[in-house]
Structures are given as C-alpha cells and as structure tokens.
C-alpha cells in the first residue's frame, strides 16, 4: 500500500521560508511525477510544482523563483524549499505522486502571517 507523508509546514512571518518534504512507502513505479499542490480555504486545489523522474520541473507562475521542488530518487522523497512566502501562499499542501495511478499525501499546513 502506497502511502506519503508531508511534514515541514507551519507559522512563518512574510519573507521567511519553510522547506516541506514527502516520505513514501510502498511500491511506487518508476518513472513517475512527484508534485505540491495546495489549496487554500474557499479555493479550488491548484498546482505549485512539479518534477519527473528525470527532473524536469514545472513550477506555478505564482511560486516561480521563489521555491524550488526537488527530489531524492533512491528514496522517493520529495521536497517542496519555499522562499520569499507571501500571505497568499497560505494553504494545506499536499505532496501527490502520479504513476499509471494518482496518490495523494493527507496535507500540511502552512501559515504565513503579514
């Protein structure tokens, strides 16, 4: 059973920065996208960035030089470096991963305070 885990979110100030990170367990297939998307309240959930097995990284207008997504083939982890956070960025991000399947992590929050 495929399972992720975020960790990393919470309370930081404007101009500050949080790094999150996806652990995941199971049996995830190679190659594949690992991905942010987050979603604050009242909106719909929306891509922050993505990146390939191969690396190849596609990043939300909103986010674009301000965080970086990376990640760690050999142990499946993906990890989400947020820079420069703005208030707009609050929301409950979530780390998904898509194979010929689609898992999601439970989310995590973050709160950026003007």
């Known amino acids: 059973q495929v399972q992720l885990v975020e960790t990393g979110g919470g309370l930081v100030q404007a101009g500050g920065s949080l790094r999150l990170s996806c652990v995941t367990s199971?049996?995830?297939?190679?190659?594949?996208?690992m991905g942010w998307y987050r979603q604050a309240p009242g909106k719909q959930r929306e891509l922050v960035a993505t990146?390939?097995?191969?690396?190849?990284?596609n990043y939300a207008d909103s986010v674009k030089g301000r965080f970086t997504i990376s990640r760690d083939n050999a142990e499946n982890t993906v990890y989400l470096q947020m820079d420069s956070l703005k208030p707009d960025d609050t929301a409950v991000y979530y780390c998904?991963?898509?194979?010929?399947?689609?898992?999601w992590g439970q989310g995590t929050q973050v709160t950026v305070s003007s």
């Open positions: 199971g049996n995830i297939f190679s190659p594949n996208t």
């Open positions: 990146i390939t097995t191969a690396g190849y990284t």
């Open positions: 998904r991963v898509q194979t010929a399947w689609i898992y």
